[in-house]
């Protein structure tokens, strides 16, 4: 099946620092989402991407979607304490609806 | 506020033991959606529903059984043939009648077999 590498698998930042975090596929996909999950909960909806190219922001949030439609990555800029989490890429191929989820960036920030 | 329900928060079940896990969403979703998440693991697909008396495997459904008997509700039971049951599981819904529908997930329920 299809098959998502995200990296990195964990970030420790200094509060005020960017983050970046990507995600690769072996196949094309459709629709690239992020979603933040925070400790005990299920994971909450950042991003959709549904066109080649597209470049969204969400506040300090910005999400691209790969030419190639074989990657997406997403950019946090000045990073407080509240965006400690793990951050998932889900993608969408030809297969009906399902998403495949890459493993996570767990991201912890030091005040 | 429409949203998806998960209960209980926390279980815990002796090995051998069957038990079922309650998803419920008011949000008119079509379909829902378990998922199981290990440690440093990604979200894997076990079961999926995308109408009302339907429902499809997933990647890992050995070991589970689920039912869809209305629209708002898609329990999920872990059974004893499940070698490894204690995990994170997360039901999920969303529309159909677009081209995509991002997923909404509920909060969880974290299992624990002894």
């Known amino acids: 099946g299809q098959q ?73 800029s000045a990073s407080i304490p509240s965006d400690v989490g793990i951050y998932f890429c889900a993608g969408r191929g030809n297969a009906g609806n399902m998403l495949t989820f890459g493993g996570g960036t767990r991201l912890m920030v030091k005040p | 506020d429409g949203g998806i329900t998960q209960s209980p928060k926390y279980l815990f079940r002796k090995e051998g033991q069957n038990v079922t896990l309650s998803c419920e969403q008011n949000l008119n979703h079509d379909a829902m959606y378990w998922y199981r998440q290990d440690p440093g693991q990604g979200l894997r697909l076990i079961y999926y529903s995308q109408i009302v008396n339907d429902f499809q495997k997933g990647d890992i459904a050995e070991g589970y059984s689920v039912s869809r008997e209305k629209k708002e509700s898609f329990p999920l039971t872990v059974t004893s043939a499940q070698k490894n049951p204690t995990a994170f599981y997360l039901c999920a819904s969303s529309r159909e009648d677009l081209k995509f529908s991002p997923l909404h997930f509920g909060n969880g329920t974290r299992l624990t077999v002894t």
Request: charged share 15%; net charge negative.
């Open chain 1, 4 to 76: 998502l590498n995200q990296s990195p698998q964990s970030m420790f930042i200094q509060e005020g620092e960017d983050v970046s975090m990507n995600c690769t596929s072996s196949s094309i996909f459709n629709t690239w989402l992020w979603y933040k999950q925070e400790p005990g909960e299920g994971p909450v909806l950042l991003i959709a991407l549904y066109k080649a190219g597209e470049l969204t922001s969400n506040g300090r949030l910005t999400a691209q979607f790969g030419i190639t439609r074989k990657d997406s990555f997403l950019n946090i």
